[in-house]
């Protein structure tokens, strides 16, 4: 009560901060009279201008009013679009380093550009983030006009760009792409053997769009890079054969107590093979299933330590079967390729595998081509990328649901707002019906009565399947309509933007991020490129005048009934996609409706909220097909999505957890990596180690006080093994300390180190240290990533001994990194020893004896020094 009185006289935090944004839009606002009398000349000056100031030691805080002054100026006559304040604001506060949260059609892509240029000034690169290659695309082609004219240049990363273009693009004072391709080209960077085969320049400033759906949504999905692994294929086909032959158990799911399972003493036939818990995800064997499978397999007992991994595959099979769905979860298209759909825009995820198993799985259930596995090459998640930038901030319509994970993950702030006109859209209650036919025979009446009427409709779906479903539906009616999903989205942007035409119906599924405003009448410019072919063509002016009329005159029509309908077929798991749905209608104070349609029988109905709503249909005895609408129904719903939201923020959480420890070591091994490419000489580096490792091996055989007892046999062995080392004097050591004998050794073979040098040559030497410490690193790495792949899916049974299993992944996972920098160092300056490298006259001496080798290691055999590549890609290619 306090605190809401407080707010009535104080304002909140962002009222308050808004008010203070508003006094330095007041000061750009100040400055625009006297910059409309510049000449496009001296108004392109002033990027020459800010550039020396900073030059001279003022930072970008101190030119922001003018550079904004001279964006919005340049704005207005090379797009003719004059930023409105609250853009301004929203400008400032993407400078800042927060979020800008604002309604959809209030222009972001205006909004960001006064932040983008004013950042760019300082020289160092400005990132600017979209959710798919056409966002970028578009945004760059329309936004480099602007930057053009004031002397900046612009590039866009699109996918399979060639590394060259890449590089141009990332040199660029701005450059728009997605976040997946920012991240690979960071991984890949990371992958390089020379430093002029890097594309990206250090991260500085970063502006994320839809910061919401890129940094919340898809941070689930860490970024991977992968190369063939051992090939399983046959497994995954034999486990889902296996699956299919098993039967889910539904009765024993109602029963959650143990206890009473026992009590109700139903015999085992009665029961399932697996049980599916939904809410969690989670699939489990029941006993009957475990006899079932290793009958089957005639197998004695399904986990026994050989068959961890078979688990581990029926496991993947059970998930694909039961929690996977076709045309919601992924789709398969005509060539057999499974891709999967992004469950928060209904996108074609192009390019991305589930990983661990389950798009194999999912393949073998689909009866497609099965790709082989794969083995992670390099990784990230998009938390640990995003974090690594200097500054960074992001724009959406819907973040402040989210404002406790932005700031607990990214140290991010989110401010609201307000829109330049007041928001007219109605939102109705939400009608829940009993079962899912009587809501969608609702749906379609409602779509009917519409259409005859003439106000546009947009309906929005969760799945691919729905939004088909009732499209057949609305062709038996005879209603025209446009269905937009991740089967079409070559069609997104034309489908979107005229989705506000008189007696338009337009089907979605989802519609976060799809970048285009839904202008009521029309977009007239669509329809004039639909006819003429390009903006470029002769007439293309003419006919776009003919169709701004058209668009007028709907306008004034779709205005009287109403504005644009917003048909909701389902709640989505987030608030913020239904928010970002709603907020399609009512664009700059135009006037809408929203309504969304629930049944009892929908996925966050029937595992979060059915049961108190059952109880209420049955106490008002509805008939069939009439719907409950009420205010405690609403909030429900509400908290079932809070319920899951806050899941999914765990799970990330957890995810992150992880990635942090994983992200020490990247940055370690990555910052090493990238300072030896920087190196021309590595040299010194590499007898480092071979110190280091000679050091560690002399005192760890040479431990205990009595010298009579120091392992002088196994050191010798090791020595020849590793260094092809033969100790001469069989008793120096007995006349040295340790360490003296120590040195002894190194110096030894630092003598033969540099015989070796001038035998081929410092050039090839040099060559020669570069590839073997790449070569080395980058196997340890792998094999690392691996290992610790192991480590995660084994480290929560530590849990059942009352150990937190992020301590212990940290523990362990440090004493395996211990061990791999070891190996690093052991195997380089081992390799250095061990490689032969031979003249052609020496080549021609010893051919019978080269003619011996190829006996003992023929082309493709693996390579004796144990890189796990073939000879001759290694060693007998040097």
């Known amino acids: 009560m306090i605190s809401s009185l407080l707010k009535k006289i104080f304002g909140t935090k962002n009222d308050r901060e808004v008010k203070n944004l508003r006094k330095i839009v007041a000061k750009i606002n100040d400055l625009e009279p006297e910059y409309e009398k510049l000449s496009d000349e001296e108004l392109k000056n002033k990027t020459n201008i800010f550039k020396e100031r900073l030059a001279n030691g003022e930072t970008l805080d101190d030119i922001l009013v003018e550079a904004f002054a001279t ?5 207005k006559r090379v797009l003719g679009l004059r930023h409105y304040d609250v853009q301004l604001i929203g400008g400032i506060v993407l400078h800042q380093g927060k979020i800008t949260e604002m309604k959809t059609g209030e222009g972001k892509t205006l909004v960001a550009t006064s932040a983008v240029y004013l950042n760019a000034l300082a020289g160092k690169g400005v990132h600017v983030i979209t959710v798919n290659d056409y966002l970028a695309k578009r945004d760059r082609d329309q936004m480099s006009r602007l930057y053009g004219f004031l002397g900046l240049t612009s590039g866009v990363i699109l996918n399979g760009l060639p590394t060259e273009q890449r590089k141009n693009s990332y040199n660029s004072d701005i450059t728009y792409g997605t976040n997946s391709e920012f991240g690979f080209d960071y991984l890949r960077d990371n992958m390089v053997d020379s430093l002029d085969k890097k594309v990206q320049r250090p991260l500085n400033f970063c502006i994320v769009d839809e910061v919401d759906s890129i940094l919340i949504d898809e941070a689930r999905t860490p970024l991977i890079i992968s190369g063939a692994a051992e090939d399983k294929v046959k497994w995954y086909q034999i486990s889902f054969q296996v699956v299919s032959m098993l039967k889910r158990s539904y009765e024993t799911e109602k029963i959650k107590n143990i206890k009473e399972k026992k009590a109700m003493d139903i015999p085992d036939e009665k029961w399932g093979d697996y049980e599916v818990d939904e809410k969690s995800r989670v699939i489990v064997f029941t006993e009957k299933g475990v006899k079932n499978v290793e009958k089957i397999l005639k197998i004695d007992n ?3 330590p050989e068959h961890v991994e078979l688990t581990h595959y029926l496991n993947q099979a059970l998930k694909a079967k039961e929690l996977f769905k076709r045309d919601r979860d992924y789709l398969v298209r005509e060539n057999g390729e499974v891709v999967i759909i992004d469950e928060f825009t209904g996108r074609a995820m192009e390019g991305r595998r589930y990983s661990d198993g389950l798009h194999q799985a999912i393949e073998a259930k689909e009866g497609v081509n099965i790709a082989g596995e794969n083995q992670t090459l390099a990784t990230i998640t998009l938390q640990n990328y995003f974090r690594m930038y200097e500054k960074l901030s992001g724009m959406t319509g819907t973040a402040e649901t989210e404002a406790t994970e932005f700031m607990h993950t990214y140290g991010l702030e989110v401010i609201v707002i ?15 019906y009993k079962t899912k036919n009587e809501k969608i025979n609702a749906i379609v009446d409602r779509i009917v009565q519409l259409y005859e009427k003439g106000q546009p409709v947009l309906v929005g779906t969760i799945s691919i399947k729905s939004s088909e479903e009732l499209s057949e539906l609305l062709k038996k009616k005879n209603i025209p309509h446009n269905v937009l999903n991740a089967k079409y989205h070559e069609k997104e942007a034309e489908i979107v933007a005229q989705a506000g035409r008189y007696k338009s119906v337009t089907i979605a599924t989802n519609m976060a991020g799809r970048g285009t405003d839904i202008m009521l009448g029309g977009n007239a410019e669509f329809m004039a ?9 002769e007439n293309y002016t003419e006919v776009l005048e003919k169709y701004q009329e058209q668009c007028k005159e709907e306008k004034e029509k779709v205005l009287a009934l109403g504005g644009l309908f917003i048909l909701g077929t389902e709640r989505h798991e987030s ?8 907020g399609r209608s009512g664009r700059q104070g135009d006037p809408g409706e929203s309504e969304f349609y629930l049944s009892l029988e929908d996925d966050l109905m029937r595992l979060f909220g059915s049961e108190r709503v059952m109880v209420w249909m049955d106490k008002l005895k509805l008939p069939e097909g009439e719907p409950i609408t009420h205010g405690m129904i609403n909030s429900a719903i509400e908290k079932a999505q809070k319920k899951i939201e806050a899941r999914n923020f765990g799970i990330r959480k957890n995810l992150l957890e992880f990635d942090d420890v994983m992200n020490k070591q990247r940055t370690a091994i990555y910052q090493s ?5 920087a190196i021309s000489n590595l040299k010194d580096r590499i007898l480092g180690m071979l110190k280091r490792n000679v050091t560690e091996k002399v005192f760890a055989r040479f431990s205990t006080e009595m010298r009579e007892d120091w392992d002088i046999n196994g050191l010798n062995e090791y020595l020849k093994d590793y260094y092809n080392y033969e100790e001469e004097d069989d008793k120096a050591y007995l006349r040295m300390t340790k360490e003296e004998y120590a040195e002894r050794i190194y110096t030894i073979l630092e003598n033969r180190y540099n015989e070796k040098e001038a035998q081929i040559g410092s050039d090839f030497m040099r060559k020669l240290e570069k590839y073997i410490l790449f070569e080395v690193v980058d196997n340890r790495w792998r094999e690392h990533l691996k290992s610790l792949d192991g480590l995660r899916e084994s480290i929560y049974l530590r849990a059942y001994g009352q150990r937190d299993p992020v301590t212990e992944y940290k ?9 791999m920098i070891e190996n690093i160092q052991e195997q380089v300056s081992s390799f250095m020893f061990k490689v032969m490298v031979s003249s052609e006259e020496e080549k021609i001496e010893n051919n019978e004896d080269e003619e011996e080798v190829n006996e003992v290691v023929n082309e493709g055999d ?5 890189s796990g590549k073939a000879y001759d890609k290694c060693c007998g290619r040097l």
């Open 529 to 537: 490129i639909a006819e003429v072919g390009s903006r470029d063509a």
């Open 302 to 304: 399904l986990y026994s």
């Open 673 to 677: 990596r990238n300072e030896a490419l």
């Open 418 to 432: 307000p829109t330049n006109l007041p928001v007219q859209r109605k939102d109705d209650a939400d009608l829940v």
């Open 862 to 866: 693996s390579c004796p020094c144990g």
């Open 71 to 75: 964006v919005r100026e340049a704005s």
């Open 811 to 819: 523990l362990i996972s440090s004493e395996i990194f211990e061990v």
């Open 575 to 582: 608030r913020r996609i239904d928010n970002q749905l709603r």
